[in-house]
Nanobody, 117 residues
Framework: QVQLVESGGGLVQAGGSLRLSCAAS????????MGWYRQAPGKQRELVAA???????NYADSVKGRFTISRDNAKNTVYLQMNSLKPEDTAVYYC???????????WGQGTQVTVSS
């Protein structure tokens, strides 16, 4: 019904930058939420950032001032610009699509982000 394709993960040094992208396709609703969660080994999956179809955003306290979420509605794509990366940001990052109507959430396959010291 909905497919999410993630890209942009990789290995970077502390203080560096990386940009993740997630493209949605299928039976999409114009009103929706898209965002990013992450999960480190042995830890619970946590919200990183989310953005509504009209541009409202939420960020985890740990990434405020460093990460920026944005979206291109014409391309059905959400982005996460990550600056001033820290080793604590190392995790698998998952894209989320949450439709405004009745229906389930959809998740991307996950992309590994590793920040070295």
């Amino acid at each position: 019904q909905v497919q999410l394709v993630e890209s942009g993960g990789g290995l970077v040094q502390a203080g560096g930058s990386l940009r993740l992208s997630c493209a949605a396709s299928g039976m999409l609703f114009s009103i929706n939420v898209m965002g990013w969660y992450r999960q480190a080994p042995g830890k619970q999956r946590e919200l990183v950032a989310a953005i509504t179809s009209d541009g409202s955003t939420n960020y985890a306290d740990s990434v405020k001032g460093r990460f920026t979420i944005s979206r291109d509605n014409a391309k059905n794509t959400v982005y996460l610009q990550m600056n001033s990366l820290k080793p604590e940001d190392t995790a698998v990052y998952y894209c989320l699509y949450r439709p405004g109507g009745i229906g389930p959430d959809y998740w991307g396959q996950g992309t590994q982000v590793t920040v070295s010291s």
